[in-house]
């Protein structure tokens, strides 16, 4: 029986193997393609500490924008348009529902805790009304809850479990649709044209963006290209990626648009096992291309499976640590004003590009965390989740609780060096250059770290360390408290069997946070110690 039916975008902007748009198109006489701009996102905040609104940084900002207007033009290609609202879903949807006798409202599954309430909600109205919902799994390439049922009903706590219950995944299902059947009737709605920055409040803005443009058209072509190098893809080992290439950066950077849904993981997934069908041989998970896609299936199923997974306070999983709530610290990290060239560059990346090499990410976790400053994960995971264009709620937590060693990873001696490790992949230091001028003139044998420079040669550079440029915390200090702090954590979380109450964190948020052992930010000209005590030669990543 032919009828009106409308697809919900949300994530999943693509045609291409989207099964919520082939349901939609079945039997449909129209199909009203929705996206809701939601101010809540979006909507510009001047008091955030960089262009954006509270929680959406102006990059992924921009790249929503890209992709909608690319999702725009490919729906005209078959007949269609995007239908662009502004508001509230909670509000829109239902309100549409009715406004336009909707008899099939389809939108592709999301597992993240704010859209499962959200889409309940909806999914309840729609069904009391008498509107058929479907909405499939496709922004993975397995249904955690098929996995989790798989494992007894247990969530599989680490990649190998994980792997273990892995069926054959089911196949992309083309390029979609050639045709969808267009719109009518919707002009009693305020339907809008794809917006730039500028008419959703931004102004003046003097930025360096983001080089990577949104759209599943760029995610495709990016696809391709980065499948074209059998030798680079069959060879790709996680470990071995440098963190500190920009230009042309180590890895696929197909991220942002896996999180967007751009580009669909299932399609990724069978590419690739088609390429490593072709070739002698290649690596295996989990370093290779095939491992870092079933790492984003494992964090997808953990985080589903798991209460308060965003949080320390309630998860089951995650160790109950003391860790410092000092805004300070947090600024300069965020802000990138250590004192570490490597860290610091690395974090104005960030804030320029909305994205950082995944080891990259890794060496400012640590160094925020269990390395050096000893602020709790959560404050780093809040500014990643604002400002990376690729965040996705379940990896950048599963990444921060693993990084943090609050859960997945436990020997947190093993720490990067905020010196050595960026040093060994460019030791000229174009990196820390390029995001960092005011240090362009240090020469490189103290670009990563620069208060070593005579005062002669800093002032021939024009970069005084203390004036133009900050001291750096006391790495080695800092890092023996580090700790000197989890391993009581550790053992704490050991003799209350991972449940130690808030009274007893608090008695070694004393003993270690107010004793001093911590305040050791440099204000002055001495320089951090030189000296490397014997555990910590052999535990940092150099």
């Given at each position: 029986m032919e009828g009106r039916a409308l697809m919900w975008f949300r994530k999943g902007l693509r045609l291409h193997d989207n099964p919520a748009l082939e349901h939609a198109c079945e039997g449909a006489k129209n199909v009203y393609a929705v996206f809701v701009l939601d101010p809540w996102f979006l909507a510009p905040d001047p008091c955030a500490p960089s262009p954006g609104s509270a929680r959406v940084g102006i990059n992924r900002i921009q790249f929503l924008l890209g992709c909608l207007k690319d999702l725009d033009l490919r729906l005209k290609s078959r007949g269609n348009q995007l239908l662009l609202l502004h508001g509230n879903p909670v509000?829109?949807?239902?309100?549409?529902?009715?406004k336009w006798s909707i008899k099939k409202l389809c939108f592709e599954y999301d597992t993240e805790p704010y859209s499962l309430q959200r889409d309940n909600f909806i999914k309840e109205h729609a069904t009391e009304t008498g509107v058929e919902v479907c909405s499939p799994v496709s922004h993975t390439i397995y249904n955690p809850e098929d996995i989790i049922a798989?494992?007894?009903?247990?969530?599989?706590?680490?990649?190998?479990?994980?792997?273990?219950?892995?069926?054959k995944?089911?196949?992309?299902?083309?390029?979609?649709?050639?045709?969808?059947?267009?719109?009518i009737d919707y002009e009693g709605v305020n339907v809008l044209s794809v917006p730039c920055l500028e008419d959703l409040g931004y102004k003046n803005l003097n930025e360096e963006f983001s080089p990577f443009p949104g759209g599943e058209t760029e995610g495709l072509k990016r696809l391709e290209e980065s499948l074209k190098d059998k030798n680079w893809v069959s060879?790709?080992?996680?470990?071995?990626?440098?963190?500190?290439?920009f230009m042309k950066p180590a890895t696929t950077v197909l991220s942002p648009y896996l999180k967007f849904g751009c580009v669909s993981s299932r399609l990724f997934y069978s590419r690739l096992k088609v390429l490593y069908s072709q070739v002698k041989s290649y690596t295996k998970p989990p370093v290779s291309l095939e491992g870092q896609l079933l790492w984003r299936e494992f964090f997808y199923t953990v985080g589903y499976g798991t209460p308060n997974f965003d949080r320390m306070v309630g998860s089951p999983i995650c160790k109950q640590i003391p860790w410092k709530d000092d805004e300070d610290l947090l600024?300069?990290?965020?802000?990138?004003?250590?004192?570490?060239?490597?860290?610091?560059?690395?974090?104005?990346q960030l804030r320029k590009w909305?994205?950082?090499?995944?080891?990259?990410?890794?060496?400012?976790?640590?160094?925020?965390?269990?390395?050096?400053?000893?602020?709790?994960?959560?404050?780093?995971?809040?500014?990643?989740?604002r400002l990376l264009i690729d965040d996705d709620w379940s990896i950048n937590n599963g990444n921060w609780l693993w990084l943090s060693a609050s859960a997945f990873f436990a020997q947190y001696h093993r720490i990067y060096s905020p010196i050595t490790f960026g040093q060994k992949y460019d030791p000229e230091g174009k990196f820390v250059k390029y995001f960092l001028p005011v240090l362009q003139d240090i020469p490189k044998q103290y670009i990563y770290a620069p208060w070593k420079a005579p005062d002669e040669v800093q002032k021939n550079a024009n970069c005084i360390i203390g004036k133009d440029y900050p001291y750096p915390?006391?790495?080695?200090?800092?890092?023996?408290?580090?700790?000197?702090?989890?391993?009581?954590?550790?053992?704490?979380?050991?003799?209350?069997?991972?449940k130690p109450t808030a009274e007893q964190?608090?008695?070694?948020?004393?003993?270690?946070?107010?004793?001093?052992?911590?305040n050791v930010i440099r204000n002055s000209k001495s320089s951090p110690s030189v000296k490397r005590q014997r555990q910590s030669k052999l535990t940092e990543y150099k």
């Open positions: 509000e829109i949807i239902p309100g549409l529902l009715h798989k494992n007894g009903g247990m969530v599989p706590l680490t990649y190998q479990s994980f792997c273990r219950v892995l069926g995944p089911s196949n992309p299902l083309g390029d979609g649709p050639s045709h969808i059947p267009p719109p060879e790709f080992e996680k470990p071995k990626g440098d963190p500190t290439a600024a300069a990290w965020r802000d990138g004003h250590t004192g570490y060239p490597w860290i610091d560059a690395a974090m104005v909305g994205w950082m090499h995944h080891l990259a990410r890794h060496a400012v976790a640590c160094f925020l965390t269990r390395g050096d400053m000893f602020v709790h994960w959560e404050k780093g995971r809040d500014v990643f989740d915390m006391d790495h080695v200090v800092a890092n023996k408290a580090c700790r000197e702090c989890m391993a009581a954590a550790y053992q704490l979380n050991k003799d209350a069997t991972g964190l608090d008695l070694l948020k004393v003993k270690f946070g107010q004793s001093g052992n911590f």
